[in-house]
């Protein structure tokens, strides 16, 4: 395959040209790389190598203006509206930087396309003032202050950039009309000077005017790249500024145009493969790879041309181990690597001035992956205390000082990271300055090992090294908040560049490296609308139809761009590979590019256009098993002795590896912070609370004056019992305070329900409140005891019957304490766990003879008051309303029948614990 930059080259050569005498312009330094490989094999002789420039740097070089960042504008920008604006009535930089990114945008395109300054900011001051009534009167404040600002955009405009020629720096519209200006004398200082411009397509005003005049005067030549097919169809975009150039420059009157090539309608190997979402993309450009090295043995005219530059990092993780030479033109997004995560994670902590800091922050920035080993002292991990302390405690909100308590042997790292930064900005820097120092020593211990977090750092520390110098210069920075704004301004044009041989191996790029290139094997991603191309943008002050009126490009001509810069990599060649994403996304790209639509509506080409998607392999659910081993069998038989609660034995039967995991395992929940008071922390106080009143009278009767004392005392316990069980969360704002309410209300409410039984006339006498129970059974098919234990909530004798109460928190029906088979109880749990918690509690205390039969069990729902106590009753069919709320000696051996049975499953060797589908 012939490159483009050779054939420039051989017809240079032919031309007898002296490159050594020649200054080569391209639209990009990346060119530059492989222009100057290709001249070796186009010259048969030793020569000097000529200049090469990007069109960026020999602009610079004609204006004798150098760039400067964006940040750097915003802030000279802000000291030209400072100094034009009286302070009452100028914003903040913070609200300053939100618009003046745009104006300055705006500024850049105007001077590119030298726009008149004063007849296109006067246009858009009248095009406002119409807007806005220009002849009501009288004028609002807002308004008027709105029109004064279009009026002063020119002189906004010139102080700026007079401001800014200065001191020898500009933006890069300004730099280019510098140019222009600079270019009559620069032709008469170099008179014998020649220049080759190539590989350009839309150029701006600028740099058509410098062009033009150097090719009017002899001092250069231009080779362009387009094909016939697309220059012919004159509705083909990729020729669309072509076609411009060709008939609207003088020079082409009586010079050719160089060139229009037939590369495209040459023989190609098209597949265009749409993929669902953009990692399936990654990983099939890595099976294209595979497969291309097994075919060609070789990757080194190969490319990768990502269309959305997100996509590097999956790229590179699933590149084949086949490839052995690789180069990343584009750079790595210094705000993707993790410090970024740290040092954003900081700012977030900081905007806010209060001293208490959310322990969600908290924990996020002790567990980063360059905080947590800085805060590893003796082989002790106080980043784990800290976070065990803030889970158990319910610390919400957590002070400096308490983490230095915590953590003691931490509390320099702890000030650095925690010490408020006090709305200061030389607090802020100082600290992350230090912070990047500290974390550096720690790494230097082992540099090998830690090489490239190293390189991170110092990026970083460069980074804040601007921010510092930035701040001290113009003191515009008044608050942490603004502050992290020009941080991330300056973070997001920060990129890691990768170090690699560029000619060699395979070349991964973005769409705007791969200009003036050429490659035999092309593959493209992400081919949608809204990526390429990259669709309808409108960040402007300047209306639409006053772009159109002035020449300034809108869409229409980006669009064209990216149609030219595909339709490019295109034509030289001979295999290429299309990937779009099939899965229409509105934030990262919708449907299919028109550019294979295009493509294929052409029919120049035999396309192969799949759909594929990723091997999904059916999995077929299996549910968990756990083998009883002999470890196993001795383990239940430990857990026997040790007793079964009614509660285990209910998670049993709602799901056996439940069981096995919280009872024979011993595996607990993880704690966590209860932002919001969690249901079984309310039914804990709830309980604790009713406890606390009835102790003291177990074996008297209540009465009436008794429960009225009770009534006063249930602020005072509940507030205890929740700092008690709650520890440190706060009750007292938010949902909590409406649970800490619920909670006084559901045991008034109880309270109440206790009144109104007594004033009925009824007698009630507390036998037990938690009354504790253990007893020792002997199951015929086990050849070791077996013990029952658990905690009853209350029983008491109401009208001289006795009674098993089970308090409930949640809400429980009728329906849910009633059994019809018997059979059923130890197999349904969400149907019949209540009727077998509170039969096993019946079962516990008549076995241990602490109550008599008959009695009465079940349960009081404080969700559900109304129903009253919710007696455990046995009905002989579902659709029976007689039903038996007497639980007596026939009723237990019933029962005893299904809990040996159920035991018995448990500690049979032969039953393994198999998971139930939920």
Not at 217 to 227: E, G, L, V
């Amino acid at each position: 395959m012939t490159t483009f930059i050779f054939e420039v080259l051989n017809d240079l050569k032919k031309q007898n040209v002296n490159f050594s005498e020649i200054t080569f312009v391209l639209p990009s330094k990346r060119a530059g790389v492989f222009l100057k490989n290709q001249i070796h094999t186009a010259l048969e002789t030793t020569s000097f190598a000529p200049a090469i420039l990007s069109i960026e740097a020999f602009v610079e070089e004609l204006s004798l203006l150098k760039s400067t960042t964006n940040t750097e504008l915003l802030f000279e920008f802000y000291n030209t509206y400072s100094f034009l604006t009286p302070e009452k009535d100028g914003d903040t930089f913070d609200s300053f930087s939100k618009w003046a990114q745009i104006l300055l945008q705006d500024f850049n395109e105007i001077d590119r396309y030298l726009i008149p300054q004063d007849h296109i900011f006067n246009y858009l001051s009248a095009i406002e003032d119409l807007k806005h009534w220009s002849l009501e009167e009288p004028k609002t404040n807002f308004v008027t202050a709105y029109l004064n600002f279009w009026k002063k955009l020119p002189i906004y405009y010139n102080h700026y950039t007079n401001h800014l020629i200065k001191q020898g720096i500009g933006y890069q519209g300004l730099i280019y009309r510098q140019a222009v200006e600079q270019l009559p004398d620069y032709i008469k200082n170099h008179p014998n000077k020649q220049f080759v411009f190539l590989g350009f397509n839309a150029l701006n005003t600028a740099e058509e005017t410098i062009i033009q005049t150097l090719l009017e005067h002899n001092q250069a030549q231009i080779y362009w790249d387009i094909d016939h097919a697309f220059m012919s169809n004159q509705k083909h975009d990729a020729a669309l500024f072509m076609r411009q150039h060709k008939k609207n420059w003088h020079y082409f009157k009586n010079n050719p145009f160089h060139w229009v090539t037939n590369n495209y309608s040459n023989a190609k190997n098209i597949s265009i493969y749409g993929i669902p979402k953009n990692i399936g993309q990654a990983k099939h450009i890595g099976s294209i790879l595979n497969q291309l090295k097994v075919e060609q043995h070789t990757l080194q005219n190969t490319a990768v041309v990502l269309g959305d530059e997100n996509l590097l990092i999956p790229v590179l993780n699933s590149l084949p181990k086949s490839v052995d030479n690789l180069n990343v033109t584009m750079g790595f997004p210094l705000k993707s690597i993790p410090l970024a995560s740290l040092f954003d994670a900081l700012f977030q902590l900081h905007k806010n001035t209060s001293r208490k800091y959310y322990y969600k922050e908290v924990i996020n920035i002790i567990s980063h992956q360059y905080i947590r080993p800085l805060l590893m002292v003796n082989e002790i991990d106080f980043a784990n205390i800290i976070i065990e302390t803030i889970n158990t405690n319910n610390l919400v909100y957590i002070t400096n000082a308490r983490l230095k308590d915590l953590a003691p042997e931490c509390s320099t790292i702890i000030d650095l990271l925690f010490s408020s930064w006090q709305n200061s900005m030389d607090i802020a820097l100082n600290s992350c300055h230090k912070l990047i120092l500290i974390i550096k020593q720690h790494l230097d211990q082992d540099k090998d090992t830690h090489l490239l977090s190293l390189e991170y750092l110092f990026r970083f520390n460069e980074l804040f090294n601007e921010l510092q110098r930035l701040n001290a210069k113009h003191q515009y920075i008044k608050d942490i908040v603004t502050l992290y704004s020009v941080y991330q301004e300056l973070l997001s044009i920060e990129t890691l560049d990768f170090q690699g041989e560029p000619l060699q191996g395979l070349q991964i790029m973005g769409m705007l490296e791969s200009r003036v290139l050429d490659f035999e094997t092309v593959i493209i991603s992400s081919v949608n609308e809204g990526i390429l191309p990259a669709g309808k943008s409108h960040n402007s002050f300047i209306p639409f139809d006053v772009k159109l009126e002035n020449g300034l490009p809108t869409y229409k001509e980006k669009d064209a761009v990216y149609t030219y810069h595909f339709y490019r990599l295109l034509q030289r060649a001979k295999n290429i590979f299309i990937l779009y994403n099939t899965e229409a996304d509105i934030l990262t790209g919708g449907e299919k590019s028109r550019f294979i639509t295009q493509l294929e509506l052409e029919n120049l080409h035999q396309i192969n256009h799949q759909i594929v998607a990723p091997l999904v392999p059916k999995i077929e659910k299996t549910l968990k098993t756990i083998k009883k081993t002999t470890a196993l069998k001795e383990a239940l038989i430990q857990l026997a002795k040790q007793g079964f609660s009614p509660s285990s034995l209910t998670n049993y039967i709602r799901n056996p590896i439940d069981f096995y995991y919280q009872s024979v395992l011993k595996i607990k929940d993880y704690n966590t912070v209860e932002e919001t008071v969690a249901a079984n922390t309310l039914g804990t106080v709830v309980h604790n609370t009713l406890e606390d009143f009835y102790t003291p009278y177990i074996g008297q009767y209540l009465n009436t004056d008794l429960i009225k004392d009770f009534k006063t005392k249930i602020e005072a316990r509940v507030s205890y019992h929740f700092k008690n069980i709650y520890k440190e969360g706060d009750i007292y704002t938010g949902k909590n305070l409406i649970i800490y309410e619920i909670a006084k209300r559901y045991i008034s409410n109880f309270l109440d329900l206790e009144m109104k039984s007594l004033q009925q006339g009824n007698t009630i006498k507390i036998l037990a409140i938690e009354a504790k129970n253990e007893i020792k059974i002997h199951i015929p098919e086990l050849d070791f005891p077996v013990t029952l234990k658990g905690f009853v909530d209350r029983v008491d004798a109401f009208n001289g019957l006795t009674r098993i109460i089970d308090y409930k928190t949640g809400s429980v029906l009728q329906n849910q304490v009633e059994v019809v088979n018997w059979e059923d109880i130890t197999t349904d749990y969400k149907k019949y766990s209540k009727s077998f918690q509170v039969l096993t509690y019946a079962y516990m205390m008549s076995k241990s003879n602490q109550v008599q039969l008959p009695l009465e069990a079940g349960i009081v729902s404080f969700k559900n008051l109304g129903q009253g106590f919710l007696k455990f009753s046995k009905k002989e069919q579902s659709s029976s309303r007689t039903k038996n709320t007497m639980i007596t000696a026939e009723t237990l051996a019933h029962f005893e029948k299904e809990l040996y049975k159920l035991i018995t499953e448990i500690c049979n060797t032969n039953t393994d614990f198999i998971e139930k589908e939920l």
